[in-house]
């Protein structure tokens, strides 16, 4: 694409995301401006226990004030490894550890804005353990699906959370494999 | 969940989305501050060719200085019915028209920190048409993938687009039933 950066400048920030707002001329002279959400990404786990369940939770979401069906997941500190993060978040999250965690790929959330990029990872071998939970996850859910009920669950609206839905078709494709 | 809201300022107006900044207090008196990004939403649709093809598009996405594979999908302007947004982009991404656009659902693309939904169609007995682009759109180019094809974009990075991800799946789902 071809443009030029007339101007860049961080406007806000925050503790989970900054804003970027950047002035851009394409090769026609029109001039555009660019918002960004700048975002250190994270790691979707996609838990399968040796019965073949998927494990989920449900959390309160602020800014929608609604409780969603997610896999567990979380935010990168800086620098971190997000295979390290993925088996924090699913110990935190659903108490499990794991023999191994496999990468499945990683996606864009929001590319139209926001440079959000989450990492996903199978967790196979779950064994149970404790739960170590911040403040604001508690009253997390943990919940164990089958492949049969998240297909159901797609189809009637429970399972709206993009990232897990993204994680889950990667899993599929994943399966398909091997 | 339980917590008070103790105050609540819209820090930023932008074009894509408005930032706001709550500060609330949960029930044990710890206080949080939480970030929101305010966004209208938009419509993705999976538009699948009489031969059974998927239709995508490949466009530039300036946060990530990156050409991502998607499928169509446009911002709902105010108050906007997505079905019509859904014909809408259709037709100014890929030149197509179809017979029936039929709704799959919604998801949250990143309900963290973000209010955005989309409402996911599928659009089948696509007409070829004429392209109707707005700048930044220039340079869109269109891919027709098989079912196969986009197993193996996603096995293998080449399709990381998390509302994309999540509308193929749904779409599954939504074969699936009949």
Known sequence: MKFSLLSSETIYKGRVFDIRVDKIAYE?????????????????????TPEGKFVLIRQYR????????EFPAGKLEKDEDPFLCAGRELQ???????????PLGSIFTTPGF?????????????????????EGE????????????????????????????????MYQAYEGRK
């Open 114 to 134: 926001c440079t959000e990029r989450l990492f996903i990872y199978a967790a196979l071998g779950l064994k149970p353990g404790e739960h170590a939970r911040e």
């Open 138 to 169: 508690q009253g997390m859910e943990v919940i164990e699906l089958s492949a049969e009920e998240i297909n159901e669950y797609i189809r009637s609206g429970k399972l709206m959370d993009s990232k897990s839905l993204s994680a889950y078709v």
């Open 62 to 69: 602020y800014p929608l004030s609604e409780w969603l069906l």
């Open 92 to 102: 935190e999250e659903t108490g499990y550890t794991a023999d191994s965690i496999v």
């Open 28 to 48: 026609s002279g029109n001039e555009a401006w660019r918002e960004v959400a700048l975002h250190n990404g994270g790691a979707v786990i996609v838990p399968v």
